[in-house]
């Protein structure tokens, strides 16, 4: 049976991710998170429930090395943007463990919100797109525009400027990007790519309803523009594996990018029940077997709720993390 370790089990993205591979049946799930109060945890047996460091503790990777090295892990999934990188960086360090995660290069091409602007270039529609400072001065801009970090999740440090003045008080800072307002909806397109690049899967959905970040309602929605907007991006930054592109219509009612999430959304129950199970697909990738040409979906809503599991007060892990990543 393949051994697979899941790490960011308290976020949904983990949580998907897990029971997504549960329901295989020929798997052995290893659940690990920073919080012993991680939901995921406790999805899998007590015996494969793991405690590890903070994403961007020094430590961590050298943690994950060590733990999939004594469990004998043969696939590693990582759902939280703040470990990715450092794991893509020393993936050779995990011996017989396969990271199910996009390249080094991938990753650093789409947490970096100007790299990925750049990356992408004319092979999809992207919006202006500078550094806040001289070049973002220089711009002939149509106000409002968007001022947002280079890097980080969710819309932390994001704001609205409604005028050059507003653009100006900001000075010269490079780890903020000014970008051309996107006024239209907005859409997930659920995203993967083979080991040749080639995308087999574009399921895009809605975001109808969205708490802290993560949408809790919505439904997949066909749309030849949405997948082929999508699927350009994908091939532009090299995908190899799962990623979530969100595009939002300009003014010009055109689909263009907004940002790329290289790693699984907490949103992939969607996904998995329009008939993509991208985690599934995933764990096919990393052991090498033969992937499907295409995976097609079916149109369907969701909602999204609460649901608890209990367990005996004993079976809490007991950790020294005060609080999740911000991707968790």
Do not use: C
């Given at each position: 049976?393949?051994?697979?370790?899941?790490?960011?089990?308290?976020?949904?993205?983990?949580?998907?991710?897990?029971?997504?591979?549960?329901?295989?049946?020929?798997?052995?799930?290893?659940?690990?998170?920073?919080?012993?109060?991680?939901?995921?945890?406790?999805?899998v047996q007590p015996d494969r429930r793991r405690i590890v460091p903070r994403g961007l503790d020094a430590i961590f990777v050298d943690a994950v090395i060590a733990l999939c090295a004594a469990d004998?892990?043969?696939?590693?999934?990582?759902?939280?943007?703040?470990?990715?990188?450092?794991?893509?960086?020393?993936?050779?360090?995990?011996?017989?463990?396969?990271?199910?995660?996009?390249?080094?290069?991938?990753?650093?091409?789409?947490?970096?919100?100007?790299?990925?602007?750049?990356?992408?270039?004319?092979?999809?529609?992207?919006?202006?797109?500078?550094?806040?400072?001289?070049?973002?001065?220089?711009?002939?801009?149509?106000?409002?525009?968007?001022?947002?970090?280079?890097?980080?999740?969710?819309?932390?440090?994001?704001?609205?400027?409604?005028?050059?003045?507003?653009?100006?008080?900001?000075?010269?800072?490079?780890?903020?990007?000014?970008?051309?307002?996107?006024?239209?909806?907005?859409?997930?397109?659920?995203?993967?790519?083979?080991?040749?690049?080639?995308?087999?899967?574009?399921?895009?959905?809605?975001?109808?309803?969205?708490?802290?970040?993560?949408?809790?309602?919505?439904?997949?929605?066909?749309?030849?523009?949405?997948?082929?907007?999508?699927?350009?991006?994908?091939?532009?930054?090299?995908?190899?594996?799962?990623?979530?592109?969100?595009?939002?219509?300009?003014?010009?009612?055109?689909?263009?990018?907004?940002?790329?999430?290289?790693?699984?959304p907490g949103a992939m129950p969607l996904t998995i029940a329009a008939g993509v199970d991208m985690p599934s697909l995933a764990l096919d990738l990393a052991l090498g077997l033969e992937l499907p040409?295409?995976?097609?979906?079916?149109?369907?809503?969701?909602?999204?709720?609460?649901?608890?599991?209990?367990?005996?007060?004993?079976?809490?892990?007991?950790?020294?993390?005060?609080?999740?990543?911000?991707?968790?």
């Open positions: 049976m393949v051994r697979v370790l899941v790490t960011g089990s308290g976020g949904p993205a983990g949580v998907a991710v897990i029971r997504s591979l549960l329901r295989r049946g020929d798997v052995d799930v290893f659940a690990a998170d920073m919080d012993g109060w991680a939901s995921g945890l406790y999805l004998e892990i043969d696939v590693l999934f990582s759902t939280v943007d703040s470990e990715l990188p450092s794991l893509a960086a020393r993936r050779i360090e995990l011996g017989r463990t396969a990271l199910a995660a996009p390249s080094l290069d991938t990753l650093e091409a789409t947490l970096d919100k100007f790299a990925l602007a750049e990356r992408v270039g004319t092979s999809a529609p992207v919006p202006v797109t500078r550094l806040v400072g001289e070049s973002s001065a220089s711009e002939d801009w149509a106000f409002p525009i968007i001022v947002k970090p280079r890097r980080g999740a969710g819309s932390r440090g994001v704001r609205l400027v409604h005028d050059r003045a507003g653009l100006d008080a900001l000075g010269s800072d490079d780890s903020l990007i000014a970008q051309e307002l996107l006024p239209g909806d907005e859409f997930s397109v659920d995203v993967f790519a083979d080991a040749s690049g080639t995308v087999i899967a574009a399921v895009p959905r809605t975001r109808t309803r969205v708490d802290s970040g993560v949408s809790i309602a919505g439904r997949t929605v066909r749309s030849a523009e949405l997948e082929a907007t999508a699927t350009a991006v994908a091939t532009a930054i090299g995908l190899v594996g799962v990623a979530n592109v969100q595009l939002r219509y300009n003014v010009h009612g055109v689909a263009a990018l907004l940002e790329v999430n290289p790693r699984f040409s295409r995976v097609d979906f079916a149109e369907i809503a969701n909602v999204r709720y609460l649901e608890d599991v209990f367990v005996d007060p004993s079976e809490i892990l007991h950790s020294d993390n005060a609080a999740h990543d911000d991707a968790e």
